[in-house]
C-alpha cells in the first residue's frame, strides 16, 4: 500500500540486486524469498561464513585491494593470526564470536553478529523493516519530504562544503520554486 501510495513502483523499492548487497546474500535467494518462498536450510556456521565471504569479495572489488591486505587488516585489528583471518575471509573457516564482533566494525554492518547469524527470511526482514519506516515517515528526511512535495522523484544531493542542513534545505526550496510550479499554479 505504502508503495503505491507514493507513486513508487515495487521494483524500485524491492529491488533484489539491491536487497541482496543490504543483506549479504545471494540474489536469487531474496528474489525466492520475496516472492513467499521458504528461507534455505542451512546452519548458523554457514550463514555466518557465505556472509563474510560476500563482504569480503565486495570489500576487495571496492578497495582494488588483495585478500592478503584484508587478512592483514582483519588481524591487526582483531589480534587474530593473518591465515586464520584469511580464512574466515575466505568463507572457509567460521569466526569466534569476539572475531565476528571485530568484523561487525571492520565492514559497518547494521544489526550487530546477528546480521551473519540471521537466517535468511531474518536478514530480509531487518532491510525490509528499515524500507518500511522510511516510507511509513518520510517526514524525518526533510530534504527527501521536500522533494516529494515538489514531485521531484529522482536527485543527486551530495553535500560539499560546510552548509548547515537547515541552509541546504533553504537553497532547494528556493531552486524548487523557481523552476517548479507548485500545485494549483499553471505549467
Given at each position: 500500500m505504502l508503495i503505491d501510495e507514493h507513486g513508487l513502483r515495487r521494483s524500485d523499492v524491492l529491488d533484489p540486486k539491491q536487497l541482496a548487497v543490504q543483506t549479504a546474500q545471494p540474489e536469487t535467494v531474496v528474489a525466492h524469498l520475496l516472492n513467499g518462498g521458504a528461507p534455505p536450510v542451512d546452519t548458523v556456521s554457514e550463514r555466518a561464513s557465505a556472509r563474510i565471504k560476500t563482504l569480503s569479495n565486495d570489500y576487495l572489488a571496492r578497495t582494488g585491494?588483495?585478500?592478503s591486505d584484508l587478512a592483514a587488516e582483519v588481524s591487526l585489528r582483531s589480534g587474530v593470526s593473518e591465515v586464520w583471518a584469511r580464512q574466515v575471509c575466505d568463507g572457509k573457516k567460521t569466526p569466534n564470536i569476539e572475531?565476528?564482533?571485530?568484523?561487525?566494525?571492520?565492514?559497518?554492518?547494521?544489526?550487530?553478529?546477528?546480521?551473519?547469524?540471521?537466517?535468511?527470511?531474518?536478514?530480509?526482514?531487518?532491510?525490509?523493516?528499515?524500507?518500511?519506516?522510511?516510507?511509513?515517515?518520510?517526514?524525518?528526511?526533510?530534504?527527501?519530504?521536500?522533494?516529494?512535495?515538489?514531485?521531484?522523484?529522482?536527485?543527486?544531493?551530495?553535500?560539499?562544503?560546510?552548509?548547515?542542513?537547515?541552509?541546504?534545505?533553504?537553497?532547494?526550496?528556493?531552486?524548487?520554486?523557481?523552476?517548479?510550479?507548485?500545485?494549483g499554479e499553471p505549467k
Open positions: 585491494k588483495r585478500m572475531l565476528l564482533h571485530h568484523l561487525v566494525g571492520f565492514f559497518g554492518v547494521d544489526g550487530g553478529e546477528s546480521f551473519f547469524t540471521a537466517s535468511a527470511d531474518e536478514a530480509l526482514n531487518r532491510v525490509l523493516l528499515s524500507v518500511l519506516a522510511k516510507l511509513d515517515n518520510p517526514g524525518t528526511d526533510p530534504v527527501g519530504a521536500l522533494l516529494d512535495r515538489y514531485g521531484v522523484k529522482a536527485a543527486d544531493l551530495r553535500q560539499h562544503g560546510s552548509m548547515t542542513r537547515q541552509q541546504l534545505e533553504r537553497v532547494l526550496e528556493g531552486v524548487l520554486r523557481s523552476v517548479v510550479p507548485e500545485e
